[in-house]
């Protein structure tokens, strides 16, 4: 079993910038891929971006068009989403996620069935 607890979400005007976080516990990884997603209301969840969790492979949404960073910290077992540049339509709940069957392949998975274990999520309010 995973737990996944992220934290960092928050109300950030325009332009501004947010660190999320997720904290992993309950089994460590060798191998695994790290997703974050979101959904806002009224809308079907989607990909944010991923990580490859040995190695450091990162895989982006389009829409993210190099606002976002996601890193890693081995030893605190986390993972960072750092979000520049927020705009109004970045609100949404954020939620990472972690596929536990990835094991390198050419492509990290940006599909939410991959993934096995989901954290709750963090509120991400950016005003205009």
């Known amino acids: 079993q995973v737990q996944l607890v992220e934290s960092g979400g928050g109300l950030v005007q325009a332009g501004g910038s947010l660190r999320l976080s997720c904290a992993a516990s309950?089994?460590?990884?060798?191998?695994?891929?790290m997703g974050w997603f979101r959904q806002a209301p009224g809308k079907e969840r989607e990909f944010v971006a991923a990580?490859?969790?040995?190695?450091?492979?990162?895989y982006f949404a389009d829409f993210v068009q190099g606002r976002f960073i996601i890193s890693r910290d081995n030893v605190k077992n986390t993972v960072y989403l750092q979000m520049n540049s927020l705009k109004p339509e970045d609100t949404a709940v954020y939620y990472c996620a972690v596929d536990l069957n990835f094991y390198g392949g050419s492509h990290l998975p940006y599909d939410s069935y991959d993934y096995d274990f989901w954290g709750q999520g963090t509120q991400v309010t950016v005003s205009s």
């Open positions: 990580m490859s969790w040995n190695g450091g492979r990162t």
């Open positions: 309950g089994r460590t990884f060798s191998s695994a891929a």
